[in-house]
């Protein structure tokens, strides 16, 4: 081959090259246009070129140009109308031809041509039919050998190809977005949607028109009945007034049996669905399972009565509408969990009115004392509690339990807060008092139903006034009797003789109460032995006494004070509260309580409290006289 065929060549290579390039790269039909037909008109050697396009109406609209010469400026007259090539085109003498015409704008153009006279002619063609026209333009008396006029044939097949590949990408566009208006759409209704069911019907029936399927169901697992059920439907053909949901497989709550995707199921594998399966004649499947929280939870598919492959962009549309029933089946469980949250707490505040009926409305008023107590919960209801019982006196019978007259109000805590009570029991007739304060080994709603066991018990054994040791005793004897919980109680029962401030008790395995002397200005720990109630059934009680002199305080807890804990997970403890004590025994007994909370919350620092708090403080006056 000759140097300058060979450089010329390679010239065309090259154009080519960057011809193919761009309608490979090509994203946009105008832009695309213009570019290659620069290509090609220099691929041809020529400097000037068109391109038509035809609409489905068969007009032809100039879409690009390149070097046109002045005669032929655009917008003007001499593009108007039709010509020789559109005319030839529209006979159908151009479909398969590159053919050289006198250019009839050419010819009744007014004005510098530039020598230029007639062109070559190159049908745009696709799959789908004529596109448009590709013409490049020569003078009078210049010819395209032939193998120039293959090579523009090639120029325009390419340019087809590329037209048709940007027709499609533009469909699938449109697509796109209708796709993606209705998945938003589907959101936003499946989001408001008040109610399970027509959210699930609804997402069925845009499954089945985004994938252009005959079918969409959303098959529901079963797991407790060990079957499959239709949860919702879309293009099914099912039995007239049957009960809704319906069951699907009776024996398998997985369509284990189904493949992901199928283009034809065979009759055999039809033979072995369940009977309302079969019953739909599918041919073509698509399946995804739908997880929730990992835990397979049913099937979602769509399904043709022809063969049809479904592809993997319709593999992930599937995946989305999966996604967004996941979401809904979540938000409706969490709605569940609401309501079910809602009405447990209802209820637990129900359950914890009656829990505090079942504790003092008040403190009592005593000639000689003051009282003050404490209760808060760690939970909505709690196992601590603590009683006052009036008590007959030593000599009187097991039947003469003092009345109790109503008084002016006092204070009582409930729950951490000040609660002001019309009405306070007068014990000033009262010649004994019974103190109780428990906890039950638990928390929560299981804690508060044994208390309420435990303190009603424990009343009743001590109303007729009784020893404290003999109370604990036949208190746990009922205990074991009544209760199959497998709980326990912690209990300390205190007697005081009003009047000669004589103090009896016995501890059930609870927190040591904590009495400040005032004539030794010491705490000292009342030890007494005995075990929890509840547990063994015949225990021993240990009875001791002491005379609580005029000045000294006594304090009843539970362990929610000395068991706090702070962020180093250290204990609050007993040496804590003993100087607490110690340092506000002056105080009256609200003032104590209210010390001993201060110093608790300091010490916790933010820390969650992790068991109910319970007090009772009792102080015996310096004086007779005072209040």
């Not at 065929?5 to 010239?11: I, K, L, M, V």
């Not at 110093?599 to 015996?620: E, L």
Request: charged share 20%.
């Amino acid at each position: 081959m000759p140097p300058f065929d060979r450089q010329q060549r390679n010239n065309d290579l090259a154009i080519l090259s960057a011809l193919t390039e761009t309608l490979h790269h090509a994203v946009d039909l105008r832009e695309t246009l213009d570019i290659a037909l620069g290509h090609i008109v220099d691929l041809m050697g020529l400097t000037t070129g068109w391109i038509f396009l035809k609409d489905e109406g068969d007009h032809y609209t100039l879409a690009a140009r390149h070097h046109v010469p002045p005669a032929l400026a655009y917008p003007g007259s001499a593009w108007e109308g039709d010509c020789t090539c559109q005319d030839l085109c529209q006979a159908g003498k151009l479909e398969h031809a590159v053919v050289m015409l006198e250019c009839s704008r050419l010819r009744d153009a007014v004005g510098d041509k530039r020598g230029l006279a007639q062109h070559a002619s190159v049908p745009i063609t696709s799959t789908d039919g004529l596109l448009g026209l590709l013409n490049v333009a020569t003078t009078r008396w210049g010819r395209l050998a032939p193998a120039d006029l293959q090579l523009l044939a090639i120029a325009g097949h390419m340019l087809g190809m590329a037209m048709a590949r940007l027709h499609l990408y533009e469909q699938v566009k449109v697509r796109r977005v209708q796709e993606q208006r209705a998945l938003l759409s589907l959101s936003q209704d499946l989001l408001m949607s008040e109610s399970l069911e027509p959210a699930l019907q609804r997402l069925t029936r845009v499954g089945t028109r985004l994938l252009e399927a005959d079918a969409c169901a959303f098959v529901e697992a079963d797991e407790l009945a060990g079957r499959a059920v239709l949860r919702a439907a879309h293009g099914w053909q099912l039995p007239a007034h049957a009960p809704w949901p319906l069951p699907l497989d009776p024996s398998s709550p997985h369509l284990w049996y189904l493949p992901e995707r199928a283009t034809s199921l065979s009759d055999e594998a039809l033979a072995e669905l369940p009977p309302l399966l079969r019953q739909q004649h599918f041919k073509g499947y698509l399946g995804l399972p739908v997880e929730l929280g990992g835990v397979p939870v049913g099937t979602l598919m769509v399904a043709s009565r022809s063969p049809r492959q479904f592809l993997d962009d319709e593999a992930q549309l599937l995946g989305i509408l999966s996604n967004l029933l996941v979401q809904t089946l979540e938000r409706e469980r969490l709605q569940y969990e609401a309501m079910a949250r809602e009405k447990l707490e209802q209820e637990l505040d129900l359950a914890r009115e009656i829990q505090a009926s079942f504790l003092p409305n008040c403190c009592p008023v005593m000639p000689g004392y003051q009282i003050e107590a404490y209760y808060r919960a760690a939970r909505q209801v709690g196992g601590d509690f603590y009683d006052f019982i009036p008590l007959p006196a030593r000599s009187a019978s097991p039947s003469a339990v003092p009345s109790v007259r109503a008084q002016s109000s006092s204070v009582v805590y409930r729950r951490g807060t000040r609660i002001a009570t019309p009405e306070v029991p007068d014990l000033s007739t009262a010649q004994r008092i019974g103190v109780v304060i428990a906890d039950v080994t638990d928390k929560g709603v299981p804690a508060a139903l044994f208390m309420a066991l435990s303190r009603t018990l424990l009343r009743a054994t001590a109303i007729d006034g009784r020893r404290p040791d003999e109370v604990l005793e036949r208190a746990n004897r009922l205990i074991l009797a009544d209760s199959r919980a497998g709980l326990f109680v912690t209990c300390f029962y205190a007697i005081i003789e009003i009047d000669t401030g004589l103090v009896s008790f016995a501890n059930g395995g609870h927190n040591y109460p904590l009495l400040w002397q005032a004539a030794t200005r010491t705490v000292r720990p009342l030890r007494a032995q005995g075990i929890v109630l509840g547990i063994v059934p015949e225990p021993t009680f240990e009875l001791q006494e002491f005379v609580m002199a005029p000045g000294d305080v006594l304090l009843f807890y539970t362990d929610g004070i000395t068991e706090a804990m702070n962020q180093a997970r250290e204990l609050f403890g007993d040496e804590r509260l003993t100087e607490i004590l110690i340092a506000n025994h002056q105080q009256s007994p609200a003032e104590i309580i209210q010390a001993i909370l201060d110093q608790v919350t300091a010490f916790a620092n933010g820390q969650n409290q992790s068991d109910d708090i319970t007090m009772v403080v009792i102080k015996r006056n310096a004086t007779p006289s005072a209040a």
